[in-house]
């Protein structure tokens, strides 16, 4: 594999920064509110460099969650990749589903994507690859480990159990901003362990 040079390395830095600029700003403030000049002063950038990298705040705020999504998902599909028979996979699903508590910024983020492709239908295309990219287990051999090897054949009882995970996190962590006290994250690592025991039973 060739090694990048300078220039590739300062791009992707550049890169790397602004987008976890764009993290911020787009979870303090919002798509709508966010603006590119706030986002290049925390990127430590200047506006230009934003444009030199993203066509405009739709492209920068779409390849953000592209990028977050397929840092999470890669991170779980290599973990699950390790494991030998479905016990292991279910075990390592369920460690990575009730982990997600201690990352306050992607249920926002997720909510502000949603929001935006709502509000943005004109977007379909780029926003279907990305809500397609976010489900997790769709490699098949990894399905089949999740479901029992006979389950070589996905069913919507299956696909509908995977993608009620996510919005269920997500509410709870949302929620907890309002009642800490009550959901703590201790309880939440204990409820979100509970649903997933019963979305994803054991044994079939």
Request: charged letters at 30%; glycine letters at 4%.
């Given at each position: ?5 300078k ?21 303090r ?10 986002i ?20 920068l ?33 369920r460690?990575?589903?009730?982990g ?9 983020l997720?909510?502000?994507?949603k ?26 051999a ?18 509908a ?20 006290e ?16 019963a ?6």
């Amino acid at each position: 594999m060739q090694m990048p040079n300078k220039q590739q390395l300062r791009t992707r830095e550049t890169q790397a920064r602004l987008l976890n600029a764009a993290e911020e700003v787009f979870v303090r403030d919002g798509y709508e509110a966010a603006q590119l000049d706030a986002i290049a002063a925390s990127a430590g950038r200047s506006k230009g460099a934003v444009y030199t990298h993203f066509k405009s705040k739709e492209d920068l705020f779409l390849a953000l969650f592209e990028h977050r999504t397929r840092s999470t998902i890669d991170g779980l599909m290599s973990s699950l990749r390790k494991c030998a028979n479905r016990e292991q996979s279910l075990k390592v699903f369920r460690e990575f589903y009730v982990g997600l508590v201690h990352d306050k910024a992607w249920p926002i983020l997720t909510l502000e994507f949603k929001l935006f492709a709502l509000r943005h239908p004109e977007s379909k295309e780029r926003l279907r690859r990305a809500f397609e990219m976010s489900k997790p287990a769709q490699d098949d051999a990894i399905y089949g480990q999740m479901f029992g090897r006979s389950a070589r054949i996905r069913t919507a009882d299956n696909d509908a159990m995977l993608l009620a995970l996510g919005p269920v996190v997500s509410g709870l962590i949302l929620e907890s901003n309002f009642e800490p006290e009550i959901l703590s994250e201790k309880s939440l690592r204990r409820i979100l362990g509970r649903i997933f025991d019963a979305l994803v039973p054991p044994r079939r």
